[in-house]
C-alpha cells in the first residue's frame, strides 16, 4: 500500500455525532453577548466575508453588474465600510462579473457541476468547471452527488471532488454538502471529511435552493471536521455557511462559533466566507446604526 | 405591551408600579425600551403592506367588529377606568364613546378615497387623478389622562387609512388600553398593525422620533421641548409630523375624516389616452 492511500482514511468509520450535544455547545455559544467596539470589528468582518450572491432563473448581465457595484460599493455615505471578499453567479454571467470587477480585488465565484441538483455526467460537470475558469473564475462552488453519497457510494464522491480540483487548476474549489438533503449531522461529518481529503479548498453548507439551508449545528460540526483535518494534516480548510443567514446578529453568532471552534486564524475572508445576498444590508444598517445611534430602514439602502 | 399579535414581556427589572389616586398598588406594567420598540417596527413593517393591500370594505369590517368586541367588554373597561381614578359615571361616558367613535371611523374606511380623491383636468391627453395612499408605520405618542378614548380617537383614524401603528400607552393610565389590546387581538386586526409599548415617554420619544424606518409620527401633548425634540428628529428621514391637540374628546369636532387624511399621502397619476 502505498503512503498516498494511507493517509486516507475509511470513511466509513469517521467519528459518529452527538447531536443533543452539538445543540446544546450552540446554544451555549449563542449566549455570548458581542457589543460596542467588539460588535463594530465583528460587523465590518462579517460584512468583508460576504459572497454576495446572485442564482437566479431570471438573473441578466444588468443585474450582475449591478451585484458588482454593490460589492464594491456597498454604502459609499459612510467613510471605512469594507468591501465584500466575492461575487457568486452562474457559468453564463462569470465574464460579466469578472469584467465589472476588474481591479477591485473581488473574487469572482462561479457555481458549476450542474448546479443546484448536481444531476449530470460527470464529464458535462468537469467541462462546466473549465468554462467557469476560463471565463476567469478566481472560485468554483461544485455540489457533490446527493444521490450517490446517499447510496453510501462514497468513493464516487471522492474521485468527483478531486477531479472537480484537478479541473480548477489555479482556482480554489468549494465543495457544496447541501446539508439540507444528507439527513443527519454524520453525514454531514463524513461529506466534509471525504471533501477535505479529496482536495477541497472551502467546505460550503449549502446551495441556498434546499431547505433548510444553512444552520447553526450544521455548521459547527463542519468546522470540528476542520479543525481535525488541520490538527492530523496541518492544512487549513476554509468554511462558508450559505443560505438563510439574513441577519447582522445570525452572522455574528457564526463568527462566535468559528473564534471558539478554529481560532482566530480563521476570522479572515480567505478562510471564513458567509454566502448571502440580504445579510449585507442588514450589516450595513447595523453598522450605520453602531455610528450614528439611530436605528435604520432599508428605504435608505440600495437593493443589491 | 403587545406587539407582532402577541404580548411579550419586558426585559429583566423593567417594569413600573402602578398605583391608584390614593396611592394603593394595583399592578407592574412593563417598562418599554428601545429595543422594543425597534422590534415593534420590524413587526409593524412587515404587517403593513398586508393591511395596506387589504379592500377597504375589509378594513371597515374589522373595525366594525373591534366595537362589537368592545361592547362585549364594556364593564371592564369601564371598571379599569375607575380603577384609573374616573367617576363610574364618566367611565361609562367614555367607554361609550369610544365605540361610537370606532363606529363612525369603519364607516369611512371606504369612503374617504372618493371624498379626497379627485380626477383633474389637464390640457394634455391624459386622464389624470389623485388617490389618497396610506403613510407607511406611523409612531404614536398616545394621549396620556383619556386613557381609552384619547387612544381609541388617536389611533383608529390612522389605522383605519391602512397604515400601521406603534404606539407608546398612556404612562400613568395604560389598564383600560392593554385591555383595548386583547379586544384588538381577537378582532381579526392582523398582528402588527397596532404595536402598543407601555413605558416612558421621556425615554422612548427620541426613539419613536428618530427610527428611520418610521414614515410619520403624532404626538398629543402641549409640551415644546418634547415638540421640539420631535421636529428636529422628525427631520432626518423627513417624517410626517403630526401635532394633535385636543381639547376635549367628546365633542363632535372629533367625528372627522380629515383625521384619517392627516396620514395619507396623495397619489398622482397621468394615464395617457385617446393616441
Not at chain 2, 253 to 272: R, S
Request: hydrophobic fraction near 40%; charged fraction near 25%.
Amino acid at each position: 500500500m502505498s503512503n498516498v492511500t494511507s493517509a486516507v482514511p475509511d470513511f466509513r468509520f469517521t467519528p459518529t455525532i452527538d447531536q443533543v450535544g452539538v445543540e446544546e455547545r450552540v446554544a451555549k455559544l449563542n449566549t455570548r453577548s458581542i457589543k460596542k467596539e467588539s460588535k463594530m470589528f465583528a460587523l465590518k468582518l462579517a460584512l468583508s466575508m460576504v459572497d454576495l450572491t446572485t442564482l437566479e432563473g431570471m438573473d441578466s448581465p444588468g443585474k450582475v453588474r449591478q451585484l458588482c457595484q454593490k460589492a464594491m460599493h456597498p454604502h459609499d455615505a459612510v467613510d471605512d465600510i469594507p468591501k465584500v471578499a466575492a461575487v457568486c453567479v452562474y457559468p453564463t454571467f462569470v465574464r460579466t462579473a469578472k469584467e465589472t470587477l476588474k481591479g477591485s480585488g473581488i473574487n469572482v465565484a462561479s457555481v458549476a457541476t450542474a448546479f443546484p441538483s448536481g444531476w449530470a455526467p460527470l464529464q458535462s460537470k468537469l467541462d462546466e468547471v473549465r468554462f467557469c475558469v476560463d471565463e476567469g473564475a478566481d472560485e468554483i462552488d461544485m455540489v457533490i452527488s446527493r444521490g450517490e453519497f446517499l447510496k453510501g457510494n462514497y468513493s464516487y464522491i471522492f474521485d468527483e471532488v478531486a477531479q472537480v480540483k484537478e479541473a480548477c487548476g489555479p482556482a480554489h474549489l468549494k465543495v457544496i454538502l447541501e446539508t439540507g438533503e444528507l439527513q443527519t449531522l454524520d453525514n454531514v461529518r463524513r461529506a466534509s471529511d471525504i471533501s477535505m481529503y479529496a482536495g477541497a479548498d472551502f467546505i460550503k453548507t449549502s446551495t441556498g435552493k434546499v431547505s433548510p439551508a444553512a444552520t447553526q449545528p450544521v455548521t459547527l460540526v463542519m468546522l470540528e471536521a476542520i479543525r481535525d483535518y488541520y490538527y492530523k494534516t496541518g492544512k487549513k480548510i476554509g468554511m462558508k455557511p450559505a443560505g438563510g443567514i439574513r441577519d447582522a446578529k445570525t452572522a455574528i453568532r457564526y463568527l462566535v462559533m468559528v473564534k471558539e471552534t478554529l481560532g482566530a486564524d480563521w476570522l479572515n475572508p480567505d478562510l471564513f466566507r458567509f454566502g448571502a445576498s440580504t445579510l449585507a444590508n442588514d450589516l450595513l444598517m447595523q453598522i450605520v446604526k453602531q455610528q450614528t445611534g439611530v436605528y435604520q430602514s432599508i428605504d435608505y439602502f440600495s437593493k443589491d | 405591551m403587545y406587539m407582532g399579535g402577541a404580548f411579550p414581556r419586558s426585559e429583566s427589572e423593567r417594569y413600573y408600579p402602578l398605583n391608584d389616586k390614593k396611592g394603593n398598588f394595583i399592578a407592574n406594567i412593563c417598562l418599554g425600551s428601545r429595543k422594543d420598540f425597534r422590534n415593534a417596527v420590524v413587526a409593524a413593517r412587515k404587517a403593513f403592506d398586508g393591511w395596506a393591500a387589504r379592500s377597504a370594505y375589509n378594513r371597515g369590517q374589522i373595525l366594525y367588529r373591534i366595537a362589537e368586541m368592545m361592547e362585549g367588554r364594556k364593564d371592564q373597561l369601564v371598571a379599569e377606568l375607575v380603577k384609573e381614578g374616573s367617576s363610574p359615571k364618566a367611565a361609562q361616558k367614555e367607554a361609550e364613546t369610544a365605540i361610537d367613535r370606532v363606529v363612525y371611523f369603519a364607516g369611512w374606511t371606504d369612503k374617504y378615497q372618493q371624498v379626497f380623491g379627485n380626477v383633474n383636468p389637464v390640457a394634455s391627453s391624459h386622464f389624470n387623478f389623485s388617490n389618497p395612499e396610506p403613510t407607511g408605520v406611523v409612531s404614536v405618542i398616545a394621549p396620556q389622562n383619556e386613557s381609552l378614548l384619547g387612544f381609541v380617537q388617536t389611533i383608529i383614524p390612522i389605522i383605519a387609512g391602512g397604515n400601521v401603528v406603534v404606539v407608546q400607552a398612556s404612562e400613568m393610565k395604560p389598564l383600560a388600553t392593554l385591555t383595548f389590546c386583547e379586544i384588538l387581538h381577537s378582532s381579526d386586526v392582523p398582528g402588527g398593525v397596532v404595536n402598543v409599548i407601555t413605558g416612558k415617554t421621556k425615554e422612548l420619544a427620541s426613539h419613536f422620533s428618530s427610527h428611520m424606518d418610521v414614515n410619520a409620527v403624532v404626538f398629543c401633548e402641549d409640551d415644546s421641548s418634547l415638540k421640539k425634540l420631535i421636529q428636529e428628529n422628525a427631520s432626518l428621514n423627513v417624517k410626517g409630523v403630526v401635532h394633535r391637540q385636543v381639547k376635549d374628546y367628546y365633542s363632535d369636532e372629533n367625528e372627522n375624516p380629515y383625521l384619517i387624511l392627516d396620514l395619507q399621502e396623495i397619489k398622482t397619476t397621468w394615464h395617457p389616452v385617446g393616441i
